[in-house]
């Protein structure tokens, strides 16, 4: 089975810091990657699919890149809104997780 | 627009069972599938399985298999999670989410269904 693999667990940063969240995978999965957001107490939302593709809705501060292994989401400029709990996907695999805190 | 609207909290005894259902609006029933996926207190998103809404396909994660069953009612487009045996640390989340047209991904989650399991 494939791993996906987050860092950090733990992110703090400050609103207008400019965020980076790694994900890696054990072996390529091409541009197969999504990015969600989680909110205490509520579902996931999906913010990037296709390692890079923006779902309809979401800031354009939002971006994601990456191919094969290595995956990044990129928060370009923190929002208060944007505290939360950010999960990369493949199939059937999640990374366990990177929370963003104050 | 796209909902997926789960059932209620359940509180379980160890070794029942449960069943949770998600009924989906908005879109053609039969032309998304739908996993679910649970996360326990605390902790991160598990992906237990998939069901196809065309043909009933599944796909189970190996941790579920035996325990796990997942069905469709096309007439009112709702898809169950049923699963049994159940042990305290089943206490959980259950989401369904809706597959993506085209890549992997779940673009449209249900609110989740909490089930507790205790004695």
């Known amino acids: 089975d494939i791993q996906m693999t987050q860092s950090p667990s733990t992110l703090s940063a400050s609103v207008g810091d400019r965020v980076t969240i790694t994900c890696r995978a054990s072996?390529?999965?091409?541009?197969?990657l999504a990015w969600y957001q989680q909110k205490p107490g509520k579902a996931p939302k999906l913010l990037i699919y296709k390692a890079s593709s923006l779902e309809t809705g979401v800031p354009a501060r939002f971006s994601g890149s990456g191919s094969g292994t290595d995956f990044t989401l990129t928060i370009s400029r923190l929002q208060p809104d944007d505290f939360a709990t950010y999960y990369c996907h493949h199939q059937w695999t999640f990374g366990q997780g990177t929370r963003v805190e104050l | 627009q796209v909902q997926l609207v789960q059932s209620g909290a359940e509180v379980k005894k160890p070794g029942a069972s449960v069943k949770v259902s998600c009924k989906a609006s908005?879109?053609?029933?039969?032309?998304?599938?739908i996993s679910w996926v649970r996360q326990a207190p605390g902790q991160g998103l598990e992906w237990m399985g998939w069901?196809?809404?065309?043909?009933?396909?599944?796909d189970f994660a190996q941790k579920f298999q035996g325990r796990v069953s997942m069905s469709t009612d096309t007439s009112t487009s709702t898809v169950y999670l049923e699963l049994r045996s159940l042990r305290s640390d089943d206490t959980a989340v259950y989401y369904c989410?809706?597959?993506?047209?085209?890549?992997?991904?779940?673009?449209?989650w249900g609110q989740g269904s909490l089930v507790t399991v205790s004695s």
């Open positions: 072996q390529s999965i091409n541009e197969w």
């Open positions: 989410a809706r597959d993506c047209d085209v890549t992997s991904c779940f673009d449209f």
């Open positions: 069901i196809s809404t065309y043909n009933e396909k599944t």
């Open positions: 908005g879109y053609r029933f039969t032309s998304h599938g």
